[in-house]
Nanobody, 123 residues
């Protein structure tokens, strides 16, 4: 079973950038498709981005398209989420997730989840 640990969150001003990392252990990520989600206070988990097992195909929610980039580094068993032009409404806990099947925007499609990392964007 794969274990996931997110890092890289923190406090940033609006317009700034952050890169989140999701380090995997227990299994190699080369056979997993990965997704990033976030949850703001009082709201449901929101799909942000996904990448297929090979790293070739990526998918983004409209809310982050053009600002966020997902990338997969199988050599380091890590997935990244580069976030640019951050807005106060991007404030949330960010989670990475893994699935052994096709990437999806649906929470139910992912079996393995990290514990999350807090991102706070000040205005």
């Amino acid at each position: 079973q794969v274990q996931l640990v997110e890092s890289g969150g923190g406090l940033v001003q609006a317009g700034g950038s952050l890169t989140l990392s999701c380090a995997a252990s227990g299994r190699t990520l080369s056979s997993y498709s990965m997704g990033w989600f976030r949850q703001a206070p009082g709201k449901e988990l929101e799909f942000l981005a996904a990448i297929n097992w090979s790293g070739i195909n990526t998918y983004y929610a409209d809310s982050v398209k053009g600002r966020f980039t997902i990338a997969k580094d199988d050599a380091n068993n890590t997935v990244y989420l580069q976030m640019n032009s951050l807005k106060p409404e991007d404030t949330a806990i960010y989670y990475c997730a893994a699935t052994s099947v096709f990437p999806t925007q649906y929470v139910e499609g992912y079996r393995h989840w990290g514990q999350g990392t807090q991102v706070t964007v000040s205005s």
